[in-house]
């Protein structure tokens, strides 16, 4: 949705919801949004996650790094975008359900008479047709002809064209604009990347899909890793549920592997009571943090239409509506509990569901996954007070060791 709209002239982004949350209990009722007066307006008790980029319980979605990555983008280069005038093709797709035709539109910068290609093939619930495509583009009276591009299913991007790249001029690419990263550019592409210059080229770095993805900038450097990357203070911080996890700085080319204890959980359910329209479960948790575990989630897979977790004295203390995928819920918000009752619930009312209920009422699997975190000089990474190649910063939990990348970017 936040691509489309800026691949449909707007400029100003806004989310709702960006976190999820947790609704506040009442003295004497809930104060969730009650259904009464809106058929299909029925949402959990507590939870508002509406599956935000960033979840109920502090957890980075799937949506998030797609949208670290386009804002990441806006941010480098939306004083080019801003300005730029949106074109729509002669003949555009307008109807919702055509999965066979790509979406595009052109943002075109008069005062720099070049600008972007922006292109979608995802929709929701829906499988989009893969296609391989060659675009020309009119533009200020003269035409430009982009390499071939592959456009996958769910794919999305801005592919440039008569820009500006420092001392460089940039005709088109099949490579996608990412940001700049002091002299060079980085770019995004799933295939052999082709750059079109007007006489010399810039300095360029490709990342892959993925790559982009597990990318986090701050300051000058590019940092690569699966894991959750923020900047506190002078450190990163880290958060995985990996017990391993490297990070890879660009463009200077230094490595962190980082390595934690791991912690081992253990739950088990035992089924309490059935109903027509409700199964009850109890949980049991070994769930203390320690070390560098500071989190841990339990995750439930259960078929039915809602779920609902309450404590031992009674007392609700999450819920959830089936989206398909596992319920997670952060146990550190609940203080890391013993037991829990689960409740699975049938619901005959007009609730909106992205998948089918199943008709059965049961717990299909209860795990748990700790979460893990560490802080690293950003200092290390340039190789102050420490982080030197075969460096170990420290031997305790997690350990922190420094390399060289040795073949890649």
Known sequence: MAFCKVASGANLLGYYMYHGGTNPQGRYSTLHEAPEERPFAEVPTLSYDFQAPIGEYGELGPSYRKLKRLHLFLREFGEWVAP????????????????????????????????????????????????????????????????????????????????????????????????????????????????????????????????????????GTLYLTRGDLSLEGGSLRLVTEQTAETIRALPDGQSCAVTFRKRECGCSARPLSETPDTTSYELDLDAEPAGACFDVILELQFSGGRAELYSES???????????????????RLGFPKKLVLRICRDEGPVYYECAQDGTLRLLRASLHPKYGAKIPVAAFLGENGGQAGQEVNTHDPEIKFGKIESGL
């Open 314 to 332: 009674g007392r609700m203390v999450a819920d959830w509506f089936s989206l398909g995928t596992p319920w997670r819920v952060g146990l550190r």
């Open 84 to 219: 730029a005038e949106c074109t729509f093709p002669e003949s555009p797709v307008t109807n919702a359900e055509d999965t066979r035709s790509l979406r595009l539109s052109l943002r075109h910068n008069r005062a720099l008479g070049g600008g972007f290609v922006l292109i979608n093939n995802h929709q929701r619930l829906r499988h989009m047709d893969a296609h391989k495509v060659q675009i020309r583009v009119e533009a200020d009276g003269r035409f430009v002809l982009f390499p071939e591009i592959q456009v996958e299913d769910h794919d999305f991007g801005a592919y440039p064209y008569c820009l500006p790249l420092g001392d460089a001029f940039l005709e088109s690419s099949n490579a996608q604009l990412l940001c700049r990263l002091r002299e060079k550019y980085v770019f995004v592409c799933r295939e052999k990347p082709v750059f079109r210059f007007r006489g010399p080229a810039a300095k360029v770095l490709v990342l892959s899909p993925e790559e982009a993805e597990n990318a986090w900038k701050f300051g």
